[in-house]
């Protein structure tokens, strides 16, 4: 598996100001349904570098990048899984304990919150819409 280094992103092209703010735009006031998810993806790609360079930057909290963009958090979390992927510079992380770390080491987690450490699932599981949030904990 590849990392990407901060300097990989400066190889990225960027978008122009205006034509992030565009996407940016779009993304914001586009409600996340499943006939918007292919060009909310899109979007999502095409602003990647412009993202990274900013977050490489401007070291935003979660807060900051979801008012940003708030669709890469929408659609029960593939849109970043799909982050993800750019980002580690591979196309298929399947293979890897990464990759598994949604199906199988997530669910097994948990669990052993759930039943060894309920307070915290109870407190996690108050912030966490969907079940792909709560394997980020």
């Given at each position: 598996m590849h990392l990407r280094r901060k300097d990989d992103y400066k190889s990225l092209e960027l978008l122009s100001?205006?034509?992030?703010?565009?996407?940016v735009?779009?993304?914001e006031y586009t409600l996340p349904h499943a006939k918007e998810r292919e060009n909310i993806?899109?979007?999502l790609k095409e602003t990647f570098s412009n993202r990274q360079k900013w977050i490489e930057n401007s070291n935003p909290t979660i807060s900051d990048i979801?008012?940003?963009?708030?669709?890469?958090f929408d659609y029960n979390g593939e849109m970043i899984k799909q982050e993800f992927k750019m980002i580690m510079n591979e196309k298929d992380i399947n293979d890897t304990?990464?990759?598994d770390f949604p199906a199988i080491?997530?669910?097994?987690i948990l669990a052993y919150c759930e039943k060894e450490k309920s307070?915290?699932?109870?407190e996690a599981q108050k912030s966490i819409e969907d079940?792909?949030?709560?394997?980020?904990?």
């Open positions: 100001e205006e034509e992030l703010n565009k996407k735009y779009f993304m993806s899109t979007a979801h008012n940003q963009y708030p669709r890469l304990f990464v990759g080491y997530a669910p097994k307070f915290i699932f109870e079940e792909s949030g709560l394997e980020l904990i």
